[in-house]
């Protein structure tokens, strides 16, 4: 059974940092992307990265580029999310998700973690 | 910011079939890029419903079906259930953008 399983979650100040972990387990992790995806409170979802299976490839929307930073570390079975610089427009709730193959189903993000609050407010 | 565009609500009586469609533009479901759609139940993180514009995951009912045409996709749910209420997203990539998008969602209420 695929699980992924976010923390790192939390309050932090307007100009902070904060790293999200997502441990992944059930299936051959570094075979897979791997993505973060955001949700504002009460708002729709937003793409906020995404990392190749040997992570050697990243991309970031653009609301977050040179601000956050994903990695993996395949020996863990974990996918990170360093974000910098935050802002209030940066509270939601972040989602690591399994991107599943081009030619299984056509790179939809397949597997969903439960989730990880993260407020930036003074 | 959602380049994806859904009507925020739709609803049905139980029986009854309802459709969502997801309009884009010439950069991201008119390019040829395959929509996906998720189901988010109220507190609960989304869960992949149709992938590839019309393909289901095993478990999920051939009640949902999903379709493309031109720049806009649909989703449409048949013999509505109270259990289908719930907000529902498209996805695709945007060329343009170099990102994945969203739809703004929709919220299916059963009457």
């Known amino acids: 059974e695929v699980q992924l399983l976010e923390s790192g979650g939390g309050l932090v100040q307007p100009g902070g940092s904060l790293r999200l972990s997502c441990a992944a387990s059930g299936f051959t992790f570094d075979n897979y992307a791997m993505t973060w995806v955001r949700q504002t409170p009460g708002k729709g979802l937003e793409w906020v990265s995404v990392?190749?299976?040997?992570?050697?490839?990243?991309d970031y929307a653009n609301s977050v580029k040179d601000r956050f930073s994903i990695s993996r570390d395949n020996s863990k079975n974990t996918v990170y999310l360093q974000m910098n610089s935050l802002r209030a427009d940066d509270t939601a709730v972040y989602y690591c998700?399994?991107?599943?193959?081009?030619?299984?189903?056509?790179?939809?993000?397949?597997?969903w973690g439960q989730g990880a609050l993260v407020t930036v407010s003074s | 910011q959602s380049v994806l565009t859904q009507p925020p609500s739709v609803s049905g009586a139980p029986g009854q079939r309802v459709t969502i469609s997801c309009t884009g533009s010439d950069s991201n479901i008119g390019a040829g890029f395959t929509v996906h759609w998720y189901q988010q139940l109220p507190g609960t993180a989304p869960k992949l419903l149709i992938y590839?514009?019309?393909y289901r995951p095993s478990g999920v009912p051939d009640r949902f079906s999903g379709s493309k045409s031109g720049t806009s996709a649909s989703l449409a749910i048949s013999g509505l259930q109270a259990d289908d209420e719930s907000d529902y997203y498209c996805q695709s990539y945007d060329r343009s953008l170099s990102a994945y998008v969203f739809g703004t969602g929709t919220k299916v209420t059963v009457l």
């Open positions: 990392i190749s299976g040997s992570g050697k490839s990243t």
């Open positions: 998700a399994k991107r599943c193959s081009s030619s299984t189903c056509y790179k939809a993000f397949d597997y």
């Open positions: 590839g514009n019309s």
